[in-house]
């Protein structure tokens, strides 16, 4: 997904908001759903557009030149789309089940051609055989289809007329399925690899409005992953690439618009 297209989400969130808040206004209003929090189980689907990135610690030697950070990553924009399934614990505590598939492609840029430096080897590390690199060596395009399986305990505060708010967090299962990981090729190759099974914590907060079919909940997740996602190059490749990295982490902003 595009900027456009997240903007469209936001703009459709808040203009729902604005219709809601106008009935929620008038004197004689009547509440919505008034039974369906107090279902044992109950379901449903959310989309949502995502902002993600790369937390990377750079290795003290092959990562960075003076004060200049040899490897950047750019931000970049995408969408996914999930189910929804809660368990009530009681009046103020829901356990949620969110899976879902999220697309995304970033970018890492490799301004690392200055580790030529350390061509005859160090303690450390054996030494190599300098190649110049080209504008495609220095530049990785890094696609990914992530299975998220999200386990979130959610505390909401007393239902306010339709609407209620609520704050949630939990863990994440977070599967790669184009890590790449199983590849013999690297960055040699032009193949980013990166692990496929990972670990990840959440924090979400949103507002639940009630309508007369169904509950409308736009909400903020922060995605951040909690293991070190870099696999290694082959051992015969220059220090230009994964060797620069001491660790790589995915971080997510997600604004969510769940149906139930």
Do not use: C
Not at 12 to 32: C, G, L, P, W, Y
Not at 111 to 127: E, F, H, I, R
């Amino acid at each position: 997904m595009n900027k456009f297209l997240l903007r469209a989400l936001v703009l459709a969130s808040v203009n729902i908001a604005v219709f809601a808040d106008a009935q929620f206004r008038t004197r004689n209003r009547m509440d919505k759903l008034e039974d369906f929090d107090e279902q044992k189980f109950s379901w449903g689907f959310y989309l949502n557009g995502n902002r993600l990135d790369y937390r990377i610690v750079l290795h003290p030697r092959y990562g960075s030149e003076g004060n200049q950070n040899l490897v950047k990553s750019k931000e970049s924009y995408s969408f996914g789309a999930g189910l929804i399934a809660k368990w009530r614990l009681n009046d103020y505590l829901d356990l949620r089940l969110e899976p879902g598939l999220q697309f995304a492609q970033r970018q890492l840029t490799f301004n690392t051609q200055s580790n030529d430096q350390y061509a005859a080897g160090t303690l450390t590390n054996p030494p190599f055989i300098p190649i110049p690199l080209t504008e495609k060596d220095r530049v990785r395009e890094i696609k990914s289809t992530l299975v998220d399986i999200p386990v979130l305990l959610e505390l909401h505060g007393q239902r306010w007329y339709n609407s209620r708010p609520y704050i949630a967090a939990g863990v994440n299962y977070v599967v790669n399925l184009q890590s790449n990981s199983d590849s013999e090729d690297d960055n040699m190759q032009q193949v980013f690899r990166s692990t496929t099974h990972n670990f990840a914590w959440s924090a979400e907060m949103g507002i639940q409005f009630y309508f007369n079919k169904f509950k409308l909940t736009p909400a903020i997740r922060g995605t951040f992953f909690m293991n070190n996602e870099k696999v290694a190059d082959n051992a015969n490749t220059p220090p230009y690439w994964a060797t620069a990295m001491s660790t790589l982490q995915t971080r997510a902003v997600m604004f969510v618009l769940k149906f139930e």
